[in-house]
C-alpha cells in the first residue's frame, strides 16, 4: 500500500537515481529541466523556483509516493492550467525504475487523484504521455482518463489525455481504485 506526501528537498536525491539514461530523462519530461544528465540539485532548483514564482502563487505542487516502509517510490506534481483553479494537470511522473510494471505508478496516481478531486476540488484532471510511451498510456487508460488529443512535439508527439471528476466518482464508485 502506497501513500502521498509532499515533495522535500532530499527527494531530489532518489528521483535523480532512477533517470539513467537519455530516454528516461526525455520520457519524463526533463527536456523542460535542462540536458541530460539531471543532477538532484537541478530538480530541487526548478521545484523551489516553480513554487516561488510570484506571477502564479499556489500552483505547484510536487509529490512523492512512499511504500509501508517509508521507501520513495514513485513522484509525480500537480499544477492548476492557466489559473484555472477546477482544472489540475499531472506531470513529471516517475517511478522508481527498480519497481516499474509492478502498479506503483497506477497506485500512486491513483492517490493523486483521490486528493485531485476529493481534497482540491477539480473538476478535471489532464496528463500527456509520449506516444512511444505505451506502458505509461495503459496505466493511465487504467485510472480513466481518456485520450484527447495528439499535440505534435519534439522529441515525440504527446497523447494529451483527461479524466472528469464524473468519470472518477463513477470509478470510485464501482470500486475501480
Known amino acids: 500500500m502506497l501513500s502521498l506526501r509532499p515533495y522535500k528537498s532530499c527527494d531530489a536525491e532518489v528521483i535523480e537515481k532512477w533517470i539513467r539514461d537519455e530516454e528516461v530523462f526525455n520520457k519524463w519530461g526533463g527536456l523542460l529541466f535542462g540536458d541530460f544528465p539531471i543532477s538532484a540539485k537541478t530538480i530541487d532548483d526548478m521545484y523551489l523556483l516553480k513554487n516561488g514564482r510570484c506571477e502564479e502563487p499556489d500552483n505547484f ?50 492517490l493523486g487523484l483521490k486528493y485531485a478531486f476529493e481534497i482540491m476540488g477539480a473538476d478535471k484532471v489532464t496528463i500527456g504521455v509520449f506516444e512511444n510511451n505505451e506502458p505509461a498510456h495503459r496505466c493511465y487508460v487504467g485510472l480513466g482518463f481518456q485520450d484527447k488529443e495528439i ?13 472528469f471528476r464524473q468519470d472518477y466518482d463513477k470509478k470510485a464508485k464501482n470500486g475501480g481504485f
Not at 88 to 109: A, E, N, S
Not at 151 to 163: A, F, R, S, T
Open 61 to 110: 505542487y510536487p509529490w512523492v509516493a512512499f511504500d509501508d516502509k517509508g521507501n520513495v517510490v514513485g513522484h509525480f506534481i500537480m499544477r492548476y492550467l492557466h489559473g484555472d483553479r477546477k482544472i489540475l494537470r499531472f506531470g513529471w511522473v516517475i517511478v522508481d525504475d527498480h519497481l516499474r510494471g509492478k502498479g506503483y505508478g497506477k497506485q500512486m496516481l491513483s
Open 151 to 163: 499535440v505534435q512535439k519534439e522529441p515525440w508527439d504527446v497523447i494529451e489525455m483527461e479524466i
